[in-house]
Every structure is written in C-alpha cells, then in structure tokens.
C-alpha cells in the first residue's frame, strides 16, 4: 500500500507541481531514506549488546531506550566498545588513580639535559669582568676600603667577582688610585697588598702588577710628579711584606731604560738597604690619619707648635699639620698652644693668636673644635693655677685678645672662669679690690 501510495503521489507530482515543487519533494524523500538506514541499523547494535549483556550478567541493562541503573560503568551513548568508563583516573593532563605507583623512568640518552653520570649539578656563573669596565668595578671598591680599611671586606667582594686573568689589575689600580691621594691611602694600600697575597693574589700578580705600574710611570707622573719615589716605596714596602718576590729587583738591573722606573727601583733599593734591612717598613708612610697613637700625635703637635714659635712661619705650621690628617683631632692642637700661652712669656700669646686667626680664617680649625680645645683649658686651670699662680689672669687676657681678633665667639669668652678668691688691699680700704 505505501508503494501505491508513492507512486500515487509521483503521478500527481508530475502533473501539477511546479520544477521547484518537484525538488524539494525529492530532497525530503532523499532525507526520510537516510533517517530508516540509520535508525535500522542502531537497533542491530543494540540488540547485540542486549544478548552479550544478557548472557555475562543478568542484571544489565542496554543504554538504549531503557532506565539506566546507578553507578553504572558501561556507555550510555549506546556506541562503543562496551568497555567500563576509566572513571577520573586516567587520560590526557591527569595524574591517575589515588595511590597508583609509577615505574621509575630511565632517563632518555637523546634528552639535550641528558647526563652520563646521573648527578646534575647546578651553579651560579658569574661571568668575566670586561677588561673595559674592570677599572669601572674595582675604583669604587678601592675608593670605600680608603673610607673604613677592613681588608676582610676588599677579600669577599673580589671573592664574588670574577677578574679571570686581569685579576693582577686590581693591585696596579689600587697603588695608581693611592698615589694620587694622601699618604694615610698609601699607608692602607701597602697593608691591602700584604693581605691579598696567599688569599687573592698570588706573589707572580702581584710582580705582574708593579711591571705594569712601571711601564705606565710617565703617565702617573702627569698627575703625580713624586710617583716614582712613591713607587719606590711601594716596591720596597712589599718586598719588606713578602708580598713581592725577593728577585723582584734583581730581574731589573742592567734592564732598565726609563728614567723614571730606574729612579723608583734605586728608591726601594735605598730603602731596603738600610740598617735595619728586611724589617717590615711600617714607617715608609708615616703611617698617616688616626692610625697613629694618641700620644704620637700630641707630640707631633707640640714639636709643631714649639718650632712655629722659633720660626714664625703659618705656612711651614699649616703644611705639618695637614699632615697629619687627624682634622678630627685639631682641639688638642687648640688645647696645647693655650697650655703654651699660660707656661710661657713674653710675646707668646700674640704669636698664638695670630696661628690660631691663621687657622680659622682657612678653615682649618672649625668652630667645634675651637670651642673644644678653649673649654678643655677651662675646666683643667684650677689644676693649671697650682704650677702657674697667674694662670686666671693670663687666661682672660688671651681669651679678651683672641676675641678681639675674631678667634672665638663672645660666648666662649663669657665662659672663661674668674679668679675663685679676691684678695682686698687692706681691711681698711673700704672694699677696694686689688689688682
């Protein structure tokens, strides 16, 4: 009857239904013909599952058409294998099931991080220094160990760099850099060599270093013209150290065309050809600054101020004591030419107020330590007043000068002890106070 049908309806398409008619009829009957090919053959698939499930386990059911049972393990898209879902703990990006053991896997001799012994090992490189911006690195090292001198500190952070082969520049830069500072630099440049060597250095950089300090020695003398006595020092100081070999001037002589580096080896042969010979030159500097002891430095200011008062000369004064480099320590020079004053005669108080006037005006002496040295007199003259019984007097008058000359402040001056006890001339003299 359906094929009646059809053909019924093909007879009237034919007759009455337009071209366009005609097409989607036949395209909607090509669609029905796809829709029972597909919808046969799914009911094959599922009939065999049925019988396969049917025949290992009564209870189970097929996806297709029918209630699903809970917890079950099979597909419910009716296609497949039929095989239990992995349930979570596999596929692709997952760890796996909850305490599953994995194999210990063979490394892979084809990986690029592939190593034949087994233990990698993993290290911070620090790359070699440029030799164009070595000077770039090691001037501000050299510049702060002037400022605290701690050696130890210089130790560790060459330790961190990496020199490689220009390592031996370190020291020939760090003489070159002292040469233009004071002798207190020199003084700690000689001890930073003598602590390298063993650590950092070794004896051979160190002989490397001074080569290349003499061959640039008319350089340096641009700057500096005294470098090669300086450098002549420094040689003699480091063999006196054992930080340059002992050979070191023996390789020179007869060798030397320079003018300048056969006057700096002559000056460190001097030098260790003197009585003492291989003692350490400890003094070659004048070992500059607060390195020195206390009581070195006050004699050095009283020779200073005693051969001032013979010469008369602020400059030479001037000269030797910045020398000395304790700008710090400038109230005892203060202190002792007030001492000077009170022990002494004649025109002495003038003469050590024209210095004192000399000093101020340049700087010299600051206000604080001024201040200081005064104050230090003033609280020591009652113990001064026992060996100089005029010792008040003389007091307030050279406080009354030195502020005349705009030494010190009125305020300083204001504080100057009086004479404790007055003496009157008689009792008679209606309370005149003598003088």
């Not at 009564?58 to 597909?75: I, M």
Request: net charge negative; charged share 30%.
């Amino acid at each position: 009857n359906c094929r009646g049908d059809e053909a019924a309806l093909e007879a009237e398409v034919n007759g009455n239904w337009t071209p366009q008619e005609k097409a989607l009829h036949e395209a909607r009957l090509k669609a029905k013909a796809k829709r029972r090919v597909r919808k046969s053959s799914s009911r094959s698939e599922s009939l065999s599952e049925s019988l396969s499930g049917e025949l290992a386990d009564g209870d189970s059911y097929s996806s297709k058409g029918k209630v699903p049972v809970p917890n079950d393990r099979k597909s419910r898209t009716g296609k497949g294998r039929g095989l239990p879902k992995k349930g979570g703990a596999g596929g692709k990006g997952v760890w796996g099931a909850a305490g599953m053991v994995y194999e210990v896997e063979e490394p892979d001799v084809k990986d690029p991080n592939y190593d034949e012994v087994g233990d990698t090992v993993y290290a911070t490189v620090v790359p070699e220094v440029d030799e164009r911006e070595l000077e770039k690195t090691v001037n501000p090292i050299v510049r702060e160990y002037f400022e605290h001198g701690d050696t130890k500190e210089v130790q560790m952070l060459l330790k961190e760099l990496n020199l490689g082969h220009h390592k031996y520049e370190f020291s020939s830069l760090a003489v070159s850099l002292s040469l233009e500072g004071k002798a207190s630099h020199r003084e700690l440049t000689s001890r930073l060599l003598r602590d390298l060597v063993g650590k950092v250095l070794s004896e051979s950089d160190m002989a490397r270093a001074f080569d290349k300090i003499l061959k640039e020695l008319p350089d340096l003398m641009l700057d500096t013209p005294e470098a090669p006595q300086m450098l002549g020092q420094f040689i003699a100081r480091a063999i006196a150290d054992h930080a340059l070999p002992m050979a070191f001037l023996d390789r020179y002589k007869g060798k030397v065309d320079c003018d300048h580096a056969r006057a700096a080896l002559d000056r460190a042969a001097v030098l260790l050809s003197m009585k003492r010979e291989m003692v350490r030159l400890d003094n070659v500097w004048g070992v500059g600054g607060g390195l020195r002891p206390v009581k070195h430095l006050v004699k050095e200011m009283n020779f200073l101020l005693k051969e001032y008062l013979v010469s008369g000369e602020v400059k030479e004064a001037e000269r030797c004591l910045r020398d000395l480099e304790v700008p710090h320590f400038h109230h005892e020079l203060v202190y002792e030419a007030v001492v000077m004053v009170l022990e002494s005669k004649g025109d002495t108080a003038v003469k050590m107020c024209k210095l004192l006037q000399a000093f101020w005006k340049i700087g010299l002496i600051t206000v604080d330590q001024m201040n200081r040295g005064f104050q230090r007199v003033y609280d020591e003259l009652p113990e001064i007043n026992l060996d100089v019984p005029h010792a008040h007097s003389i007091m307030e008058s050279f406080t009354d000068l030195c502020y005349q000359e705009s030494v010190i402040t009125k305020q300083l001056r204001d504080s100057c002890p009086s004479r404790g006890r007055k003496r009157f001339v008689s009792e008679g003299d209606g309370g005149l106070i003598k003088n």
